[in-house]
């Protein structure tokens, strides 16, 4: 049915830099254009169980916060019921996705792709930002940015 709520879910490796800060700025930007209405859950998840629990980097919460994004959430790692939940399950790289693709259950209805397909400028992987400097994370905020938007038109809500 075309208004049932849309539930997307966003995957990097640890789930404590890219996904939470891709899930934090879509749910800002859903909320910000009034589409609330239109998604179900939005949440993010790791392919790997290294920090499940944890809440997210300092460093990907200073730099949404910096930019009026509130971050609220604790990682965790993908599972198969993800795959049957979400409608889509959008990752950061492909290490992601072909752990994704690996994992995903013959017969899933979730749509599996690197969330940076959506990114208007072409920019498809989203980098980890773990070992680097302030700047990756300020990177990563202005490509997910873009790719949060470039995915609302994707589906023809703006």
């Known amino acids: 049915m075309p208004n049932e709520p849309i539930n997307v879910l966003f995957v990097c490796l640890g789930n404590i830099c890219r996904s939470p800060m891709a899930e ?5 930007t859903v ?5 609330d209405d239109r998604f179900g859950t939005i949440d993010s998840a790791g392919t790997a ?12 919460a200073r730099t949404c916060k910096q ?4 971050v609220n959430h604790h990682a965790r790692r993908v ?14 790289d492909n290490s992601n996705l072909a752990d994704l693709q690996e994992m995903q259950p013959s017969g899933s209805k979730a749509t599996v792709k690197l969330f940076g397909d959506y990114d208007p400028e072409g920019e ?8 680097g ?5 300020e990177r ?7 790719a949060s938007e470039g995915l609302l038109k994707s589906l023809g809500l703006i």
């Open 67 to 70: 930019h009026g994004v509130p």
């Open 124 to 131: 498809t992987i989203i980098r980890d930002p773990y070992y």
């Open 49 to 60: 169980s290294y920090h499940v629990g944890e809440t997210p980097d300092s460093r990907s």
């Open 140 to 146: 990563n905020f202005k490509q997910v940015t873009r």
């Open 24 to 28: 934090a700025v879509f749910a800002h």
């Open 31 to 35: 909320k910000q254009k009034n589409l």
């Open 133 to 137: 400097g302030n700047d990756g994370f």
């Open 79 to 92: 599972t198969k019921s993800d795959f049957t939940k979400f409608d889509y399950v959008l990752c950061m």
